[in-house]
């Protein structure tokens, strides 16, 4: 069985967990009490050192040509045909070893965000998006390393930003010594738009690519953009970004919190909940999703 907590040289973590815990210590929910905030951040504090090798793997090793290769890999969406409950499911396989306080599966952590949305109205393609938003982390399970699935996004072909968490580490990266990718703008023209821009690869611009076809634009950017932190949380790289996506971001902003937020240590009833999660699948995707 797949396994990401097994920490072999490449894979740091006790499970992604452990990186989705050290965001959350980097964001905490300033609008929540701290009774509150203590019960979905109770777990034992991560060792930092797994934390930061994670990242030092990620910045030394997300190269442009490295994502570049990775999208040739992996956007021709010819590895596995599922429907999106199945995939869910699969994903699931994926051993978590993180703490047993908060130890939820990957689809207890879809169900908890979509329901979150969902109790706050919001419209029904926006609970879709909270609960695809993490599928594409199956990359795990077809053998990529927890560096090229998870981890902030950053763009590559261009100067990494200081906004980025642990930036000492991208004096490692072979892009940082080309000489192209060492303007703020790198191979890209100011204003171009996100669309024309490579950020590092993972789980985010997987799922975008397997769903872009079958949701409105402003779900799209939820997937695609949920873990670029410092674009939606630092505000870098405006520079790269078009009056589209500023106006799309809006709407990344509102998602983020629920993705962070909504955990609570109370799992939700999966087969209570299934039925409404397979017809708001059928509503807006085909029987199977090419991933
Ligand atoms: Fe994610
Ligand atoms: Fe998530």
Redesign the pocket.
Known sequence: MANTGSTDAHSPLDGFDEW?SDVLKRYPDEGTTHKARDQFRNYAEPPRETVREFYRLNHTLQTFDFVLAKKREFLSLDKKRMSAWEAAEFLNTLVDESDPDTDLSQLQHLLQTSEAIRSDGHPDWFVLAGFL??L??VLSLFGEPQWAV?GDTFPVGCRFSERIVYPEFFKHNPDSREPRYQTPTGVYDEGCGLDAVHLSWG??EYIYHVVREYLPEEALYMLRY??FYAAHREGAYAHLMNEHDREMFRWVRRFNPY?LYSKSPVPPDVEALRPYYEDLIAKYLPAKLRF
Do not use: F
């Open positions: 989705e938003h993490d594409g982390k998870v789980h985010d949920h873990s993705d």
